[in-house]
């Protein structure tokens, strides 16, 4: 009796083909591994949704930059939680909710002495403005 026959090369005859080189163009979003033995991890975020999370984002990033020049107080550490805390939502889920934006608006007018001179805490009230409605 004969044996079965195969539908490919056998393992040996596979290592004994030239390799052909692969090529890829452009990847976006995607994950993927050439050869053997390889593990793919892809970590994605979502990133801000829209043109005016993404601006509120980059405001809130500038006012965090301001903030940490000044000696830390109650009113400062509440609005760089409030700060933190929009910044990981838009990065996470793509937006910032509705309520999240308010409490940061009421701790951005709690602050308001500070931040309202800087030019960051104005792009933050403005974003916020615009986000909300008012």
Same mark, same amino acid.
């Given at each position: 009796?004969? +044996?079965?026959?195969t539908s490919g090369p056998?393992?040996?005859?596979?290592?004994?083909?030239?390799?052909?080189?692969?090529?890829? @163009?452009? #990847?976006? @979003?995607?994950?993927?591994? #050439? @050869?053997?033995?390889? /593990?793919? /991890?892809?970590?994605?975020?979502? @990133?801000?949704?829209?043109?005016?999370?993404?601006?509120?984002?980059?405001?809130?990033r500038e006012l965090r930059?301001?903030?940490?020049r000044f000696t830390a107080?109650?009113?400062?550490?509440?609005?760089?939680?409030?700060?933190?805390?929009?910044?990981?939502?838009?990065?996470?889920? &793509? &937006?910032?909710? +509705?309520?999240?934006?308010?409490?940061?608006?009421?701790?951005? /007018?709690?602050?308001?002495?500070? /931040?309202?001179?800087?030019?960051?805490? #104005?792009? #933050?009230?403005?974003?916020?403005?615009?986000?909300? &409605?008012?």
């Amino acid at each position: 009796m004969s +044996p079965a026959p195969t539908s490919g090369p056998t393992p040996d005859e596979q290592r004994s083909q030239p390799q052909r080189p692969v090529h890829i @163009g452009s #990847v976006t @979003g995607s994950a993927f591994a #050439v @050869g053997d033995h390889n /593990t793919v /991890t892809q970590h994605q975020h979502a @990133g801000p949704a829209d043109e005016a999370q993404a601006e509120l984002l980059r405001a809130v990033r500038e006012l965090r930059a301001d903030l940490a020049r000044f000696t830390a107080s109650d009113t400062t550490e509440v609005l760089d939680a409030e700060l933190v805390s929009v910044a990981d939502e838009i990065e996470t889920a &793509g &937006g910032a909710a +509705p309520g999240r934006l308010a409490r940061l608006q009421q701790a951005l /007018t709690a602050a308001g002495t500070l /931040t309202g001179t800087l030019a960051s805490g #104005v792009a #933050v009230a403005e974003a916020l403005r615009a986000l909300l &409605g008012g």
